[in-house]
Antibody, heavy 121, light 107 residues
């Protein structure tokens, strides 16, 4: 079955960097984008960015430009999201999710379990 | 950036009732809109894409409609497992944006 398995919870200090992984299995990795979406405590969903299966297309939401880096490893079907210069407002659950690799098809039919990130002095 | 707005923020309903949730976007997205359900402490689950196409395994009591700037999600008869938060998401324009959610709670 389709699985997106994320790395475990993290506690970080302000100013530090974070790297979360998302390992895909149970489907053809080449056929889907991987996106990152975050959710602050008690809040809604916020799209951060995406990477194409081969890594040749990477798009970020403007508000995260310069702070977020998404990379992929096709040998292990794993995608990574790195967020730098962490602040308290980055405390959130971070999800990876997939969308099919065709134009105008960026709905998310499978999600990771989430990685809780806490930024605290 | 397209602003995606959901109403109401909270809906108090009884099991068995029919529920209609609304989603509006600030400019036309055609039918490039999806709906998700999020239960407590779980990731979102895709319900509807293409404004009206039920995702695999989604019961027929969930239906979506609309195009352009106004969309609705209808649950024909609420079951206990349907009490959750519902989000819409547009995928016609970058960045992808979500509505703020509608919480469906037990009356």
């Amino acid at each position: 079955q389709v699985q997106l398995v994320q790395s475990g919870a993290e506690v970080k200090k302000p100013g530090a960097s974070l790297k979360v992984s998302c390992k895909a299995s149970g489907y053809s990795f080449k056929s889907y984008y991987i996106h990152w979406v975050r959710q602050a405590p008690g809040q809604g969903l916020e799209w951060m960015g995406l990477i194409s299966p081969g890594g040749d297309t990477i798009t970020y939401a403007q508000r995260f430009q310069g702070r977020v880096t998404v990379t992929g490893d096709t040998s292990t079907n794993t995608v990574y999201m790195e967020l730098s210069s962490l602040r308290s407002e980055d405390t959130a659950m971070y999800y990876c999710a997939r969308s099919v690799f065709t134009p105008h098809s960026h709905w998310f039919d499978s999600w990771g379990q989430g990685t809780l990130v806490t930024v605290s002095p | 950036e397209i602003v995606t707005t959901q109403s109401p923020a909270t809906l108090s309903v009884s099991p068995g009732e029919r529920v209609t949730l609304s989603c509006g976007v600030s400019q036309s997205v055609g039918t490039n809109l999806a709906w998700y359900q999020q239960r407590a402490d779980q990731p979102p689950r895709l319900l509807i894409y293409g404004a009206s196409i039920r995702a695999t395994g989604i019961p027929a009591r969930f239906s979506g409609s609309g195009s352009g700037t106004e969309f609705t999600l209808t649950i024909s008869s609420l079951l206990s497992e349907d009490f959750a938060v519902y989000y819409c998401q547009q995928y016609d324009h970058w960045p992808l944006t979500f509505g703020g959610g509608t919480k469906v709670e037990i009356k």
